[in-house]
């Protein structure tokens, strides 16, 4: 359960950063997009337009695969989590969330297509998650969310990033 949670938080904190930036630049989301009538019509505010907007762009985002995803974040956000060595492990602790979700925590082709170079047992075989599994978990996440800080910083500067490190 823990690392389905911490899957979780670090796909929050991507959607967050996705939110924050195309709230404040709409036009990250692309002159194609759509959008129904009915949810503009709902909307109280131009914001909300956007907001909805957002929402239904992070949900297309969620059903991606690692490599999409990281594509997608590149043309929003000038981001290549690829370039993140913690992202390679975070795709295979993803895979691992998906299998003990999907399938009781038995590896399949799946896992191993999603887990890469990073899978940890063949096809057919159960998925270890032991403390120290999630403790090296943990500490990939916290890998990206500092690389994230530091190259989002580097292409959208922040006064509160630099005063935050002071």
Not at 109 to 117: E, F, L, N, Q
Not at 139 to 146: M, N, T, V
């Amino acid at each position: 359960n823990a690392v389905v949670q911490l899957v979780t938080i670090v796909e929050t904190m991507l959607g967050d950063i996705v939110r924050a930036v195309v709230v404040r630049y709409p036009k990250k989301l692309g002159s194609k997009r759509t959008l129904s009538i009915q949810a503009v019509l709902e909307s109280t505010s131009l914001e909300e337009v956007h907001l909805r907007a957002t929402d239904a762009l992070l949900n297309e985002l969620a059903y991606k695969s690692p490599a999409e995803f990281s594509d997608s974040m590149q043309q929003l956000l000038s981001v290549n989590l690829l370039e993140c060595p913690a992202f390679h492990c975070y795709m295979e602790i993803k895979a691992t969330r998906d299998i003990f979700i999907h399938n009781r925590g038995v590896a399949n082709d799946v896992y191993i297509r999603k887990a890469g170079s990073h899978a940890r047992v063949k096809s057919g075989m159960n998925l270890p998650a032991d403390n120290q599994y999630f403790l090296e978990s943990y500490e990939h996440c916290l890998q990206i969310a500092d690389w994230l800080e530091d190259e989002l910083h580097g292409h959208w500067h922040s006064s509160d990033y630099e005063n935050g490190k002071q």
